[in-house]
């Protein structure tokens, strides 16, 4: 037995020298991925950093002064508290609306589920700014249910009350996501007990749905509530004079040109995103599983009076959705609003040809397609390279300290990290700025942390022993990656993939600052042409951006089922 045991280690011992080319291989390419991340998210943060606090000859040599007369400024203390106000509102509004649509999916027994699930997710294929332009046509000046907005006491939807509900429909669907995922599974033992004690469903609700859920709560309001405090384009759109920190950063860089105070503006945006960050982190270390080795998965069961509670709360939700999106269609189509009601495809025609929007909508197509391809191949060879290999065991951390540090860092930040990191004169990558591989790079590096988290996730549901196997048969590590680990993970790439697409296709503000005429994008020609007034024009090309991705989804998921066919026939029974 002992003679058995041993064989198998003394030919890796041998080929150890064999192997190390191999090895090689991994580790420089771990050097790579490192550096790239370095490059595209570390330095610009550091040169944001280094513009912030540079001194200058007007404020007495002091860094420290700017900001202290930034904080003693009202304009500044008065955007600051609007958008505090304004993000907690929105995930007061948010959350608990998410919940009970997450909760009427996994837990209760009503219709119509798979349609319910897609129409929620709608927000995410269309740019945040087509929910602004659809508010405006509602209750704007000239809106549908302008009186009805008069009648409930509010003056005007432009400030506040238009950023709150744009910003409820915007985020209304990464809410839910976290919630499903986080009602998805549960143990049926502890409702049976509960019921065997003679528990109610709400005190069921009570003592056992929520403290499993309350991990996934606290992460979807953090969420949202980073995702409104840093958004620029909604109030850009419809914030009237109503100040916040994400559009301060705008005026104080693009109207103003100063870049030092922009720069003040956007750390001070960056703490709330970072403090979310943390607080989602030590929050998570404290979750423990739902289900262990010996739970039994729960099955939803019909109870007629919460299936129809579910079943309208969810298609209200649902109508309200589908009423933002059809008005921004039927506004796009309107000759003259709101005088001639009659459709037209001019607006598509003018904003398309005259206001050469054309050419707009197909650099985000070409954007979008390279981040499809560029930030998977990335993101995958990151992962997979700090699961599946060793070596370098300094460098490990560093990198997985990286991959996370998009999450905490918002897009108007980054994109202005840009300027100064790429823009500076003795960067020898200056020749990128305002090029396509440079906003490219900005919108992976931007979405890195979602796409490496699934990735990670696949990649660990994959038992080690095949690579154990495949060094002990002397077979590179390249070549157990392209004939298992690959196929292995194809969904989740595909899924990545897909996910990076409609990002790039619908993102402004990582970007707004990096574009040239030649490469402007498809969202960002949407917000010129609501500030030149064009708003049917505005609303049609948002339209026709969520339409692609719509259209781009569908073939994903066909394409999806066709790999699943030729390559995941091993996860049939």
Not at 136 to 165: C, E, H, R
Not at 406 to 413: E, I, S, T
Not at 421 to 439: E, H, R
Not at 554 to 559: E, I, R
Request: aromatic share 10%; net charge positive.
């Amino acid at each position: 037995m002992t003679s058995s045991v041993s064989a198998p280690t003394a030919p890796t011992r041998h080929t150890g020298i064999r192997a190390a080319p191999s090895d090689r291989i991994a580790q420089l390419a771990l050097v790579v991925i490192t550096a790239l991340l370095v490059i595209g998210l570390l330095a610009p943060l550091a040169a944001l950093l280094g513009q912030a606090f540079a001194p200058t000859s007007g404020e007495g040599g002091s860094a420290f002064m700017r900001f202290v007369r930034y904080f003693q400024s009202p304009a500044l203390l008065n955007s600051l508290w609007n958008s505090l106000w304004v993000s907690l509102m929105v995930t007061v509004f948010v959350i608990p609306l998410a919940f009970g649509f997450a909760y009427a999916i996994t837990r209760s027994g009503m219709r119509a589920k798979g349609l319910l699930r897609s129409i929620s997710l709608l927000p995410l294929l269309a740019p945040s700014l087509l929910s602004a332009i659809s508010l405006i046509y509602w209750f704007g000046n000239q809106g549908v249910l302008k009186s009805a907005l008069t009648a409930l006491g509010f003056d005007s939807i432009y400030g506040a009350p238009g950023i709150v509900l744009a910003q409820c429909f915007a985020t209304f669907p990464h809410a839910l996501m976290i919630l499903i995922t986080a009602l998805s599974l549960g143990d049926q033992r502890l409702y049976e007990a509960a019921t065997a004690l003679g528990a109610s469903r709400t005190r069921q609700f009570l003592t056992v749905t929520l403290p499993a859920a309350r991990y996934g709560v606290v992460s979807a309001a953090l969420v949202v509530f980073t995702l409104v405090i840093t958004d620029f384009g909604i109030p850009k759109v419809i914030g009237g004079n109503f100040n916040m920190l994400a559009t301060d950063v705008f005026k104080l860089v693009i109207g103003q040109q100063d870049f030092q105070r922009g720069a003040v503006v956007a750390l001070l945006l960056l703490l709330p995103a970072v403090i979310t960050y943390a607080i989602d982190r030590q929050v998570q270390k404290k979750q423990t599983a739902v289900l262990t080795t010996r739970a039994v998965v729960l099955q939803p069961s019909r109870h007629a009076a919460t299936d129809r509670f579910c079943s309208l709360l969810c298609w209200v939700l649902a109508a309200m959705m589908l009423a933002m999106f059809g008005m921004a269609i039927f506004a796009s189509l309107v000759q003259f609003w709101p005088y001639q009601l009659g459709l037209t495809l001019a607006h598509y025609t003018s904003g398309l040809v005259d206001a050469g929007v054309d050419t707009a909508v197909f650099n985000s197509l070409t954007m979008a397609a390279c981040a499809a391809v560029v930030g998977p191949v990335v993101v995958f060879m990151g992962a997979y390279l700090l699961e599946k290999t060793k070596g370098l065991p300094a460098l490990r951390p560093v990198l997985r300290m990286l991959a996370m540090l998009p999450m905490a860092v918002p897009g108007l930040v980054l994109g202005l990290g840009y300027i100064f990191f790429f823009n500076a004169p003795g960067n020898p990558l200056n020749f990128l700025y305002q090029t396509m591989p440079l906003m490219v790079l900005c919108t992976v590096m931007h979405y890195y942390t979602t796409g490496h988290m699934t990735l990670v996730t696949a990649l660990k549901a994959i038992d080690g022993e095949f690579e154990a196997v495949s060094a002990s048969l002397k077979v590179p590590f390249y070549r157990t990656l392209w004939t298992v680990t690959l196929p292995m993970c194809l969904p989740a790439l595909l899924e990545v993939s897909r996910y990076f697409f409609v990002a790039a296709m619908t993102t402004i503000s990582a970007v707004v600052f990096l574009y040239s005429p030649e490469t402007r994008l498809g969202a960002v020609a949407i917000l010129n042409l609501d500030e030149a007034g064009d708003m049917a024009a505005a609303a049609a090309m948002a339209v026709m951006i969520a339409a692609i991705s719509c259209v781009v989804t569908v073939l994903y998921q066909v394409l999806g089922w066709w790999l699943s066919k030729r390559t995941q026939a091993w996860r049939q029974r």
